[in-house]
């Protein structure tokens, strides 16, 4: 027997008789947070199974969790920081492994030097779609003195939505889950059944249809929450949301049924957000959206005189258009005409959950993150001339123009964590600004080739079983985990930043790069450590809470910051008329614009993204063989008429086509998409989607064509 086949064989023995021990993380497999609990069993370091942390409030847990213990001990995983040695555009960058300290030297040696001769905002700090690393990423951004920070969401997921909303109601919510008051729930543009933690929301959705609440489900797809949910489904043409929102309110007013006293006294621009939908008859509506008259009116009256009413958006599928936040805007108006808001089964403004975080951690608490500093130096943000609303309202830089920061010399250097160079539409062209960094750095869990080969070092993250930031929070209870020791020399996101910043010359400002010290800075606020979490590591912590729910606190006070009563908007009303977007010279009802049209060359509608239940983005396909199992090629959804048209059968060859791009993928055909649209997954690197989008943005929000532009699709 080899040595060390008898040493491991040795170790494996050790483990054995020392047993199973517990360990309690959370999943990361879909990056949404807060996160689904995990309990694992582990022998030594070594982790052997898991299984739902009982009575976590997030719970129990699904197939992409389960998988998260093959990509953990995947071969291919990174385990050292590396470095190119190779130029940039060799076909092979040639990576070696360094140590972490020639890894930090060359980072904060680049910081040092740029920072002298081109000022620290030409450092661009970037986290993808992984939310955990963000509060500490923001730390080191403020803490060097670049306010250009900007993320996924601040790319292409939830931003655009949360725009409209701040500027519409004052506040950001995507709706609630229906209560025992709740007699109507409108779902909009967003599949829970598929997207959602598993049990969790969709579970609570089919309680209250048992409980006999009516479901209006929009969305062109019949999608499993529509299928298992909808008493009306309507199904539109994708990016008309404007046109669809106006056509139920033109019911609505039309009929009497909106709630006059609130819209009087609480909507400023009403009168002319009566003006503007009297046009959207539903027979035009029908014309411009596809979804029949009846089912309208229909939908209108369901939802107005079944009071009160609540909402589910989603965070990206209405606004994936080049009239994102007037598409969004408009469906918020339907609630708000209704008198839903912050009514008890309607819309609450949630009292926020804990003191001190204000949002999820995809936003980071504002102290720890020193959110007040990157304030101060918003002039120099990079997005500010582009995109002033957004600037006004968001602390992140919207990412969408950072092939022209670089071309122009504002950007010099690329600090990621969880970078995907294929979030972006014509993707090439960000790898290629990217690839002309003086610097860039990826912290990633795997070499991902279509981001890594553009970038000069690659340094290994820790997974979920591996790190103990961020902790947990549900409501007001806390919890901890119970990390083993990483694989090879990973380290954590956050011990990374922190390290960097202590690097940097501020220790303290970075606890010495010390994780758990960093997260007691935060449990301060409520008065605990992570010790505590530890001491009650199965149930939490409880933060004594505030007092029950009040609800129209718009007329109290109880909404805005300076106890006044109305909403946080400028006119002190939810605005139809945007006072923020008039400001700027910038259309400020939530008008339609018409999408993208059809042409002989291009007769369909491409509806890129829509979430499987086994893929999160452009992960868990190499990562994860049991999930690539379930769908081992990038399928491309078509209605069954729409195929035959075209001589397509099931597992055909494909070429998809737009103006700006081909890619190859595997028919599909399926009713579950309506004939004149295609859908098809992003993240795949064998056929990445946004080679097809072009680089078209709303031009409030930034936010580019992914569910809007034409195509076509041949047999090859
Ligand atoms: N066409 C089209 N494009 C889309 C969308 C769409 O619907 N259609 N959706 C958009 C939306 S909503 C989103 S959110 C984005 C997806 O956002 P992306 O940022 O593109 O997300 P991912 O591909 O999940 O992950 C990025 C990388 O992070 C790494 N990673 C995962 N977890 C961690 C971690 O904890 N730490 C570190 N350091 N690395 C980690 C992964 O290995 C991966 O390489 O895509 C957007 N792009
Ligand atoms: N399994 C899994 N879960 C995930 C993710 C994942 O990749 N995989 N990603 C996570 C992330 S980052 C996000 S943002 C969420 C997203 O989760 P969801 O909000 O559920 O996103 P989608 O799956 O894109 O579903 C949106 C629905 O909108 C519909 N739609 C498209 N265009 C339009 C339109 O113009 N109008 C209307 N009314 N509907 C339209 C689509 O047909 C689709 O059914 O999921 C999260 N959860
Ligand atoms: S829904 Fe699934 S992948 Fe997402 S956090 Fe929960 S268990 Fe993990
Ligand atoms: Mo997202």
Same mark, same amino acid.
């Given at each position: 027997?080899?040595?060390?086949?008898?040493?491991?064989?040795?170790?494996?023995?050790?483990?054995?008789?020392?047993?199973?021990?517990?360990?309690?993380?959370?999943?990361?497999?879909?990056?949404?947070?807060?996160?689904?609990?995990?309990?694992?069993?582990?022998?030594?370091?070594?982790?052997?199974?898991?299984?739902?942390?009982?009575?976590? *409030?997030?719970?129990?847990?699904? &197939?992409?969790?389960? !998988?998260?213990?093959?990509?953990?001990?995947?071969? /291919? +995983?990174? #385990?050292?920081?590396?470095?190119?040695?190779?130029?940039?555009?060799?076909?092979? *960058?040639?990576?070696?492994?360094? &140590?972490?300290?020639? !890894?930090?030297?060359?980072?904060?040696?680049?910081? /040092? +030097?740029? #920072?002298?001769?081109?000022?620290?905002?030409?450092?661009?700090?970037?986290?993808?779609?992984?939310?955990?690393?963000?509060?500490?990423?923001?730390?080191?951004?403020?803490?060097?003195?670049?306010? /250009?920070?900007?993320?996924?969401?601040?790319?292409?997921?939830?931003?655009?939505?949360?725009?409209?909303?701040?500027?519409?109601?004052?506040?950001?919510?995507?709706?609630?889950?229906?209560?025992?008051?709740?007699?109507?729930?409108?779902?909009?543009?967003?599949?829970?059944?598929?997207?959602?933690?598993?049990?969790?929301?969709?579970?609570?959705?089919?309680?209250?249809?048992?409980?006999?609440?009516?479901?209006?489900?929009?969305?062109?797809?019949i999608s499993p929450t529509a299928g298992t949910l909808a008493d009306i489904h309507l199904r539109p043409r994708p990016a008309t949301t404007a046109a669809l929102a106006a056509g139920m309110m033109h019911i609505i007013f039309k009929e009497g049924l909106e709630d006059k006293a609130f819209c009087d006294k609480w909507i400023h621009g009403i009168d002319e957000l009566r003006d503007y939908v009297q046009d959207f008859t539903p027979e035009k509506v029908e014309k411009i959206t596809w979804v029949p008259a009846k089912d309208l009116i229909d939908a209108a009256r369901l939802y107005a005189t079944h009071r009160p009413g609540a909402f589910l958006t989603g965070a990206q599928a209405t606004t994936h258009d080049r009239n994102a936040t007037n598409n969004h805007?408009?469906?918020?108006?339907?609630?708000?005409?209704?008198?839903?808001?912050?009514?008890?089964?309607?819309?609450?403004?949630?009292?926020?959950?804990?003191?001190?975080?204000?949002?999820?951690?995809?936003?980071?608490?504002?102290?720890?993150?020193?959110?007040?500093?990157?304030?101060?130096?918003k002039e120099h943000r990079l997005d500010l001339e582009a995109f002033p609303a957004w600037v006004e309202k968001l602390f992140e830089v919207q990412t969408n123009y950072l092939v022209e920061w670089i071309k122009e010399g504002k950007v010099k250097a690329f600090l990621g964590w969880g970078l995907n160079t294929m979030i972006w539409p014509q993707s090439h062209a960000y790898q290629q600004a990217i690839e002309s960094l003086d610097f860039s750095m990826s912290v990633d869990y795997f070499y991902r080739d279509w981001t890594h080969r553009y970038v000069d070092i690659v340094l290994p993250a820790a997974m979920n079983y591996?790190?103990?930031?961020?902790?947990?929070?549900?409501?007001?209870?806390?919890?901890?985990?119970?990390?083993?020791?990483?694989?090879?020399?990973?380290?954590?996101?956050?011990?990374?930043a922190l390290e960097i910043g202590t690097r940097l010359g501020y220790p303290d400002v970075f606890f010495n790069g010390d994780v758990e010290a960093a997260c007691n800075d935060i449990l301060g606020m409520w008065k605990i450590t992570y010790e505590d979490l530890r001491k009650n590591q199965e149930t939490g912590v409880s933060i004594p809470g505030k007092g029950v729910e009040q609800y129209k606190k718009y007329e109290t006070g109880g909404i805005r910051p300076d106890g006044k009563p109305g909403f946080m908007t400028p006119s002190g009303k939810i605005e139809a008329v945007s006072m923020v977007l008039e400001k700027y010279g910038i259309p400020a009802l939530p008008e339609f614009k018409e999408p993208m049209?059809?042409?002989?060359?291009?007769?369909?509608?491409?509806?890129?993204?829509?979430?499987?239940?086994?893929?999160?983005?452009?992960?868990?396909?190499?990562?994860?063989?049991?999930?690539?199992?379930?769908?081992?090629?990038?399928?491309?959804?078509?209605?069954?008429?729409?195929?035959?048209?075209?001589?397509?059968?099931?597992?055909?060859?494909?070429?998809?086509?737009?103006?700006?791009?081909?890619?190859?993928?595997?028919?599909?055909?399926?009713?579950?998409?309506?004939?004149?649209?295609?859908?098809?997954?992003?993240?795949?690197?064998?056929?990445?989607?946004?080679?097809?989008?072009?680089?078209?943005?709303?031009?409030?929000?930034?936010?580019?064509?992914?569910?809007?532009?034409?195509?076509?699709?041949?047999?090859?």
């Open positions: 027997m080899a040595k060390e086949e008898k040493l491991s064989q040795e170790k494996a023995t050790a483990l054995e008789a020392e047993g199973e021990v517990e360990g309690y993380t959370f999943c990361d497999g879909c990056n949404e947070v807060p996160f689904c609990g995990i309990k694992f069993f582990r022998r030594g370091d070594v982790i052997t199974r898991i299984e739902p942390w009982p009575d976590f *409030p997030a719970s129990p847990i699904c &197939s992409k969790s389960y !998988a998260t213990l093959q990509r953990l001990y995947h071969p /291919n +995983r990174l #385990k050292y920081p590396m470095k190119r040695t190779n130029p940039k555009g060799s076909s092979d *960058p040639g990576f070696v492994r360094i &140590s972490w300290d020639e !890894a930090y030297d060359m980072i904060v040696g680049q910081l /040092n +030097r740029i #920072k002298k001769e081109h000022g620290p905002h030409a450092v661009f700090f970037y986290v993808g779609d992984p939310k955990e690393p963000r509060a500490a990423v923001q730390r080191l951004a403020a803490t060097y003195g670049s306010v /250009n920070y900007g993320c996924e969401s601040s790319t292409a997921c939830r931003r655009a939505a949360q725009l409209a909303e701040l500027l519409t109601y004052g506040f950001p919510t995507m709706g609630d889950l229906p209560t025992e008051e709740s007699k109507v729930m409108l779902i909009w543009g967003t599949n829970p059944a598929y997207s959602g933690q598993p049990f969790l929301c969709h579970g609570q959705l089919a309680d209250a249809k048992e409980r006999g609440v009516k479901f209006i489900v929009v969305d062109p797809r805007r408009a469906i918020l108006m339907i609630p708000a005409i209704c008198g839903y808001i912050d009514v008890p089964g309607g819309i609450p403004k949630p009292t926020e959950p804990l003191e001190g975080m204000q949002g999820p951690w995809a936003d980071g608490p504002p102290g720890f993150c020193l959110r007040d500093k990157m304030m101060e130096m591996e790190r103990l930031a961020p902790f947990a929070y549900f409501g007001r209870k806390v919890f901890g985990r119970t990390p083993v020791k990483p694989q090879g020399e990973c380290r954590e996101d956050w011990q990374i049209e059809t042409t002989s060359e291009y007769p369909l509608i491409l509806v890129s993204g829509s979430r499987v239940p086994y893929i999160t983005h452009s992960k868990w396909r190499e990562d994860s063989p049991w999930l690539l199992e379930l769908q081992p090629d990038p399928l491309l959804t078509i209605n069954p008429k729409d195929a035959e048209k075209r001589g397509i059968h099931r597992g055909d060859d494909l070429s998809l086509k737009t103006a700006a791009g081909e890619i190859r993928v595997k028919a599909k055909p399926t009713i579950m998409v309506p004939p004149g649209v295609v859908g098809v997954m992003h993240g795949w690197a064998k056929a990445n989607v946004n080679e097809l989008i072009p680089r078209e943005f709303d031009p409030i929000s930034g936010f580019p064509p992914y569910k809007e532009v034409v195509c076509e699709v041949v047999k090859v």
